[in-house]
C-alpha cells in the first residue's frame, strides 16, 4: 500500500482527479488525430496514469510508448474545461519511465549527449554555430548534398540538415552587444533571453530582436552567463537538470533591475513562464522564481506594448502563421503576433485551417519519434497549401525549422518560405535591404 | 480470450485494426461516467463486411462486443463490463452526404454530429440535435443513446430525425430499417426500436438522417429571479402562452456562485435562479416573442429581464451558460451528472423536490439544464474517496429518480440507462413492461453478445457509486 502511495505522488495521481474523461481534448489532439487511437489521446495517457495509480496494472512500461508520443504541446490544456495540468502530468510520467528505463545506446547518447552536454552549453553552442558556419563555406555541405550522403545521417538527421539556417562566421558570433540603447525616448528597460538552438542556429533572429526592442524604444540588456531555459529537458522527464538550469537562470536574471525579460521563442517563453511552478516544491526558489516568471514575456507583447514597428514600404504578399503551441496553450499569447502580422501593408493575412495545431515539432520530438512527427507535419503542409500563401511566419525555433523541413519535403522551396516574426518584421521596417529565404 | 479466437479475429479484420497491447486494452475501459472495464480485445473498424464478420464470429463464439464511439457517453453505453471485444467504430467516419432535394443526411457511425451540423448548415438546412459534446460525440453514439441537447425543447431528440439505418444484426446479417421517406409505415418500425437501445440490439452501420431549413433569425432573453420556484412558474407559464422557444435553460444559484467563482462573468449570486431563452424561425416573429417572453418573465417575479441586442451580447449571456460544467467541477473532483425528467407542468414540483434532498442529504446538488423540456440536470458535487460522502450521493440520486417519477416523468431523458441507472428500471416501467423490453433483446440477440450488462438489471443489483 505504500507503494502505491508513493507511486501516486510520483505520478502526480492527486491532478488526474480533475479529469472527468469528457473528451474534449481529442479533436485538438494532433497524435489522436493522426495515429487515431485513444491510447495516444490526452484522455488515454491520463487514464493510463490512473490505472497504476489505482492499481489496477502494475506495469509502469503501460506509460512510455503513449508518453513518449506525445509532443507536449498542451493543445488540450487549451481545449480542458475543467482545467487538468496535463503538462505537470506528462513530465511526471515521463520522469517515472526514465527512472526505470534502460534507453538503448544510440538513443541514450543522442539524449544524453543533446539534453546535458549540448543545449545548456554555450561554448558547445558556440561551437555548433561554428560547425554550421565552417561546413557551409567550406563546401562539405555541398558536396554532401551531391552525394546524397545526407541522406544517410542517423535519426534523419539528414533532413534536418537541408534546412539549417545560413550560418553566421565567427567573427559576427562573437560580436553580440552588452548593451543598446532605446532610439528615442526609452519606454522600458528589458533583458534579452537569447535561447539555446536560437543563439547557436539562428544567432541573425536574435540580432535582429535586439535591433527592433531598440527601434520601438526599450534599452536591452543581453545579461552574460544566462543559459538554457531547460525545456527540453523538463519535456523528456529530467525535471533534475532542468532544475538546475533554471536556477542558473534565476540568479543571473534577478542582478539586473528590468521591467521585462525578453524572449523570441514560444517554447522557451513557456518555461520561463513555468519557473514558479517548477520549483514551487523548493520555499527557497518558489519566490525568486516567480519574480521571474512575472516579468518574462514574449517580444511580440512588448513590441506591440511599444506601439508597433513603422513600416518601410514592404512588397505585397499573402501570409499565414504557424502558432507555437507553447507561447498559445501555455504562455496564453494570441493576439499580439497576429496584430503585428496584420499591422504590416500590403500584407494579406490567410489563417490556415488547425492553425492552432503543432506542427510535429515539439522539442526534440522530431528527431527522436521523426515518423510520428512527419505524419503530422504532412497533416499541416496540407493546410499551408490550402492558403496558396507564400510565407509561413513563427515564433519559435523548433516550428521553424520545421516549418522550413515541411517546405523542402512538398518541394516547395522555390514558391515559399518560413521565417521567424521578427525576420518579418525587420524587413518590414526595413532592417534588412533583401527578403531573406533561409 | 483465447488466442486462437484473437488469431480469428485478426484474420477477419482486414481494413481496421486490432489492438490487444495492455496499454491500448486500458485505454479503452472507459467513457465520460462511472467505472473501469477492461476489455480483452479492442477492434477498430472500417468496413461494414468486416463488422458483419466479425459479429457472426462472437456470436458462434458467445464472445460480448461493446460498440463505441468516442466514449463521451454519460450513462456507461461504451463500457465492456463483461469484457471481450471494444467495437471502436469513430474511424469509420468517410461517408457524409447531404442531398438537398430529400432533404436528407446520409452518414456512417463515426462521423462527429458537429460535422453533420456544419455540413448541413453550409446548404441552408439544420440537424436539430445539439447534445453539448457534438465536436466530440459520434453520430453512431448519438443514435445509440438516442441523445438529446437544448434544442429538444423544440425541435426533440435524436429519434425525431432519423427515417432510416443499416444495421448488423447480434446474428452478423446486414438489415436496412427504413428508407428515405418521411413517410414509411411498412411493418414495425425497427428503426426507432434501433435508436436508443445502447448498442444492445444491432450495430448501427449507416444512418439516413431528416434535416430541416434552418431559421433565419434567434433572439435571446434572459431573466433573474429572486426564487427558484418563480422561475420554473415562468417556464410553464411561457410554454402555455402559444410560444415555443428553441432552448430554455435553468441555472440556480449554486451554479452560478460556480461560474462567478471559476470565471466572473457578472452574474447575479445573490439571486436563486437565471433562464435563457432563445427564439429562432422568421426575424418578425421572433422579435415579437423575446418581447411577450419578457413581459411573462416579468409577470412572474422576475426582478431583471434582458435582451441583448449584439451578437457579442448573445454569446456572453449563453457563454455563462456552457460554463456551468467546467465551473462546478472545481468545487470537487466527482461529478454525477443525472438527467431525470419530468412533464414540463411539473417543474416546479421538481425544482422543490431537489431542494428538499440537497438539504436532507446534504449533498452539493447544482440545477442546471434544459428547464424547457423538465429534462434539469441535477448533478451532485461529490469526493469519490470519501466512503460516507459517496454513500448519502447514492441515496440522494435514488430519491431523484423516484421523485421524477412519482411526477409522472422518467429516469433518463438523453443519456440513457446503461450500468447505473438499470436498477431503477422496474421501478418506472413495472416488472412486467420491463419484460416485454427483456423479451425483445432475448428474441434479437439470444446469446447475449452485444453490449451484456446495459439496460437490465443483474438480479439484486443496487446503485453503487463507491469503488
Redesign the interface.
Known sequence: MTNLKELRKELKYDKTNSCVQCGYCLPVCPTYLTMGKETHSPRGRINLVKMLGEGRTSDISVLEEPMNLCLGCRACETACPTGVEYGSILEAARAAVNRRKKYSFPLRTVRNVLLKKVFPSKKAMNFMGHAMWLYEKSGIQATLRKTRLTTKLPYHLGSFEAITSKAISPVERANFPSRVAARGTKKYTVAFFTGCVMDAMFRKINQLSIQLLAEVGCEVIVVENQTCCGALHAHAGEVGESKKLAKKNIMVFEQEDVDFIVNNAGGCGAMLNEYDHLLEEEPEWFERAKKITEKSKDISQIIAWCGGISTKNHTAERVTYQHSCHMTNVQKVIKEPLELIKSVPHSEYIEMKEAEMCCGSAGIYNIVNYEASMEILDRKMEHIKETSTTTIITTNPGCLLQMKLGIEREQLSSQMRAVHLIEYLAEAAGLVNTRIID | MERQQIEEVQKITIKG?V?E????L???????SFG?Y?PELVV?AKDTQEIAELVKFANQEKLPITPRG???CLSGGPLPVKGGIVL?LS?MNELLEVDVEDLVAIVSPGV?TADIHKAAEKVGLMYPPDPS?S???TIGGNLAENSGGPRGLKYGVTKDYVIGLEVVTPQGEIIQTGGRTVKNVTGYDLTKLIVGSEGTLGIITKAILRLIPKPPASETVMAIFDDLVDSGRAISKILSSGILPAKMELMDQASMEAVENYEPSGLPTDAEAMIVIELDGHPAAVSDEAEQVSKLCQETGAREVRVPQTPEGKAEVWKARKLV??AI??IK???ISEDATVPRSKIPDMCRRLQEIKKKYNVHLVVFGHAGDGNLHPNIIADKSDEEEMRRVEMAVTEIFEAAIELGGTLSGEHGIGTMKAPFMEMELGEIGLEMMKRIKQAWDPNNILNPGKIFPEPGQRLVLR?
Not at chain 2, 21 to 24: A, F, K
Not at chain 2, 26 to 32: A, H, Q, T
Open positions: 485494426r489492438f497491447e495492455q496499454s491500448d486500458l485505454s479503452y475501459s472507459f467513457d465520460g473501469t477492461v477498430q468516442q466514449a463521451t471502436d474511424k462527429l459534446s465536436h466530440v460525440s460544467s467546467p467541477v472545481r473532483p466527482t461529478k469503488e
